[in-house]
């Protein structure tokens, strides 16, 4: 719809942002030749003459391909590496794609299944309602797999944005959603609140009560999301598997 968009009613959009010189053909025809820093150091000056020529290159090449070779070259910042092989999946995709073709997709998906089965915290994080290999593996990855990053629930929940925030002023005390959080946790916990809703019943006693109470279908979410956060903390703490009757006691007050 976008792309339909853009080729019929461009002249009526202004354009938000520029394109970066790090997305231009010749940019993408090297990375795919080498989509980790170890492989970039590895080319030779007539690798990369050849991909940028087949990337449309043609003045100013000799100078270019120094830079290229150069920059590649050059002492990086080294990440994990896992993390290193993760983007190695996706920019080794063809051309780096935002929307990978349907092999490379499922490529880039297999090794994020095995890299989530390879963690300690993995078993933990399927028991819980709503928690599958894709949205666990996004939840572990930002919440982090120290074991001691997070002392108490509480602290968990504030930096999942879940925890909300009572703001007083004079006579006037109002409960607001936390703004100082992860902003894609927080995308994760309302996308694993909604998929809990038919996977726990208790997840849902929590949820229709909410809604009892008044409260909209995203803030019933919202706030169903900050106990399951608490349960993970302390099925991780406790190093146990979730059950369901202890995590909702059915005569248990809904939060």
């Given at each position: 719809?976008?792309?339909?968009?853009?080729?019929?009613?461009?002249?009526?959009?202004?354009?938000?942002?520029?394109?970066?010189p790090?997305?231009?053909?010749?940019?993408?025809?090297?990375?795919?030749?080498?989509?980790?820093?170890?492989?970039?150091?590895?080319?030779?000056?007539?690798t990369?003459?050849?991909?940028?020529?087949?990337?449309?290159?043609?003045?100013?090449?000799r100078?270019?391909?120094?830079?290229?070779?150069?920059?590649?070259?050059?002492?990086?910042?080294?990440?994990?590496?896992?993390?290193?092989?993760?983007?190695?999946?996706?920019?080794?995709?063809?051309?780096?794609?935002?929307?990978?073709?349907?092999?490379?997709?499922?490529?880039?998906?297999?090794?994020?299944?095995?890299?989530?089965?390879?963690?300690?915290?993995?078993?933990?994080?399927?028991?819980?309602?709503?928690?599958?290999?894709?949205?666990?593996?996004r939840?572990?990855a930002?919440?982090?797999?120290?074991?001691?990053?997070?002392?108490?629930?509480?602290?968990?929940?504030?930096?999942?944005?879940?925890?909300?925030?009572?703001?007083?002023s004079?006579?006037?005390?109002?409960?607001?959603?936390?703004?100082?959080?992860?902003?894609?946790?927080?995308?994760?916990?309302?996308?694993?609140?909604?998929?809990?809703?038919?996977?726990?019943?208790?997840?849902?006693?929590?949820?229709?009560?909410h809604?009892a109470?008044?409260a909209s279908?995203?803030?019933?979410?919202?706030?169903?999301?900050?106990?399951?956060v608490?349960?993970?903390?302390?099925?991780?703490?406790?190093?146990?598997?979730?059950?369901?009757?202890?995590?909702?006691?059915?005569?248990?007050?809904?939060?």
């Open positions: 719809m976008l792309a339909d968009l853009v080729g019929t009613d461009r002249h009526n959009h202004r354009q938000v942002a520029g394109d970066s790090l997305a231009e053909p010749e940019a993408l025809a090297v990375l795919e030749l080498a989509p980790t820093p170890e492989q970039g150091r590895r080319l030779t000056r007539a990369v003459q050849r991909a940028l020529v087949g990337a449309g290159r043609r003045r100013n090449l100078t270019r391909v120094v830079a290229v070779h150069d920059a590649l070259a050059a002492p990086q910042l080294a990440a994990p590496a896992p993390i290193e092989a993760a983007y190695r999946e996706v920019v080794g995709a063809p051309g780096g794609r935002a929307v990978l073709p349907q092999p490379a997709g499922r490529r880039v998906g297999a090794a994020a299944r095995r890299r989530f089965a390879t963690s300690p915290d993995a078993a933990i994080l399927r028991s819980q309602p709503g928690l599958g290999v894709v949205l666990g593996a939840v572990l930002e919440f982090g797999d120290d074991p001691h990053r997070y002392a108490t629930a509480n602290g968990r929940k504030a930096f999942a944005g879940t925890a909300p925030v009572t703001q007083s004079g006579l006037r005390t109002v409960v607001v959603a936390r703004a100082a959080c992860n902003q894609r946790l927080v995308d994760a916990c309302y996308l694993w609140a909604f998929a809990a809703l038919t996977a726990s019943p208790g997840a849902r006693r929590c949820y229709d009560a809604r109470r008044g279908h995203h803030q019933a979410l919202r706030a169903l999301g900050n106990p399951l608490g349960i993970l903390h302390g099925c991780l703490a406790q190093r146990v598997a979730y059950q369901e009757q202890l995590a909702w006691p059915a005569a248990e007050a809904v939060p």
